[in-house]
């Protein structure tokens, strides 16, 4: 079993919608949340970042993390053709004090927006 | 500011053959990691550097190595290639090497080497 589960769909949606990925995790170590977006041929971009539990919005993309329930969500809310790419939930294992290059992804949720 | 740069961007080897792939991190950033992408087992870490010193290394076997060069520049090196080992190649940097507090910790990804092994 991996330590971060991500359905990867695919998942079409039309423009508009609101659209709810979701990821599970087994490692209740983790403490920083991070979700990614990766458009095809490229390298993923950091798009949402959370620090413990709680809830953070950026524009359309809200980002929530229940650390009692070991879940991670992210919203985008009224959805567009330029956000379809996959979607990446990312976790990072230790705290204060260690290093940060190292990740644990899901393996992504690939969504389409269609007009 | 140029991001993270990693050639070469796409290459195709035979079984047996090793293989060399390099990464330019931003300007100013001293930590590169490394990771493959596959779409059976997504993103896994393979290693990652700080001044020139390997500071963490994930579950691979010892075919897969790395260094980085006194100018942060970073190289991976995959010998005897086997058909397993066809992915995406993906390289981040970030100016520090730790987690510290509640900052963002953010990982620049650069656009991969594509690896196709025959």
């Known amino acids: 079993q991996k330590e971060v589960e991500q359905d990867p769909g695919p998942l079409s949606v039309p423009e508009g919608a609101i659209v709810s990925l979701n990821c599970t995790y087994s490692?209740?170590?983790?403490?920083?949340f991070m979700w990614y977006r990766q458009y095809s041929r490229k390298g993923p971009e950091l798009l949402m970042y959370t620090y413990s539990s709680g809830n953070k919005e950026d524009g359309r993309f809200t980002a929530q993390v229940d650390k009692s329930s070991k879940y991670i969500s992210l919203f985008i809310r009224d959805s567009q053709p330029s956000d379809s790419a996959t979607y990446l939930c990312a976790m990072s294992a230790n705290g204060r004090g260690s290093t940060l290059g190292r990740l644990y992804f899901g393996r992504g949720t690939q969504l389409t927006v269609w007009p | 500011k140029a991001g993270v740069t990693q050639t070469p961007r796409y290459l195709i080897k035979t079984r047996g053959q090793q293989v060399t792939l390099s990464c330019s991190p931003i300007?100013?950033?001293?930590?590169v990691s490394w990771y493959q992408q596959t779409p059976g087992q997504g993103l896994q870490f393979l290693f990652e550097y700080f001044s020139e010193t390997q500071r963490n290394k994930g579950n691979f076997p010892g075919r897969f190595s790395g260094r980085q060069f006194s100018n942060s520049r970073s190289e991976m090196n995959v010998s005897t290639l086997e058909l397993g080992d066809s992915a995406l190649y993906l390289c981040a940097s970030s100016p520090r090497d730790r987690v510290e507090g509640s900052g963002a910790n953010v990982l620049t990804f650069g656009a991969g080497s594509r690896l196709t092994v025959l």
């Open positions: 490692n209740s170590a983790f403490q920083y």
């Open positions: 300007s100013g950033h001293r930590s």
